[in-house]
């Protein structure tokens, strides 16, 4: 099993679409990102958790499942950093490989001192622009192809059963 955990905050803050957003309405951008990261589990299968700071979101931690994706927000005076180590550690084990989407230095060295690997804010976002391209043409590609009669039969009558099909005459 592969399980993700994103450091919500931090890549908020390095994504342009998101940090563009987070200034004006900070609730939408979080919202828009477990969209994507939505999208990302359903493509990939991975387990994805995001973790946000206690210092935007006040009061006791708090743990959400939306979409299939966990949202984790830190108890008060509580960093994602410490909750996310906290994770590796839970989650962690030989038959678990562990990634963490953070750009912030100190937290990719501890993660990876735990056996945990990490993928910077911006990789996550080129593997989840490149998944979003391939199930674009994946699409393309099955919308192009016509179902496929078991009999042969010649272009004059296919269009016959077509329009019959269709309830035409």
């Known amino acids: 099993m592969v399980v993700l955990i994103?450091?919500?905050y931090n890549v908020i803050g390095a994504w342009p679409?998101?940090?563009?957003?987070?200034?004006?309405?900070?609730?939408?951008?979080?919202d828009l990102l477990v969209e994507r990261l939505a999208e990302y589990q359903a493509y990939t299968g991975y387990r994805?958790?995001?973790v946000f700071d206690a210092y935007e979101?006040?009061?006791?931690?708090k743990k959400v499942t939306s979409r299939r994706i966990e949202i984790i927000y830190?108890?008060?005076?509580?960093?994602?950093?410490e909750?996310?180590?906290?994770?590796?550690?839970q989650v962690k084990n030989v038959k678990t490989q562990v990634y963490v989407a953070t750009s912030d230095y100190t937290e990719q060295r501890t993660i990876f001192a735990q056996g945990a690997l990490r993928k910077s804010s911006r990789e996550l976002m080129i593997e989840m622009n490149n998944i979003e391209k391939e199930i674009k043409e994946d699409v393309k590609s099955h919308s192009t192809l016509q179902s496929r009669s078991k009999i042969p039969l010649n272009q004059d009558v296919l269009e016959v059963f077509e329009k019959w099909r269709r309830g035409e005459k």
């Not at 998101?18 to 309405?25: E, G, I, K, P, V």
């Not at 830190?74 to 950093?81: H, L």
């Not at 909750?83 to 550690?89: Q, S």
């Open 48 to 50: 994805v958790m995001v």
């Open 74 to 81: 830190t108890r008060e005076n509580e960093t994602a950093d």
């Open 57 to 61: 979101v006040r009061g006791l931690e």
């Open 17 to 30: 679409e998101l940090s563009q957003l987070r200034d004006q309405d900070l609730s939408q951008a979080r």
């Open 6 to 8: 994103v450091d919500g």
């Open 83 to 89: 909750c996310i180590e906290k994770l590796v550690k």
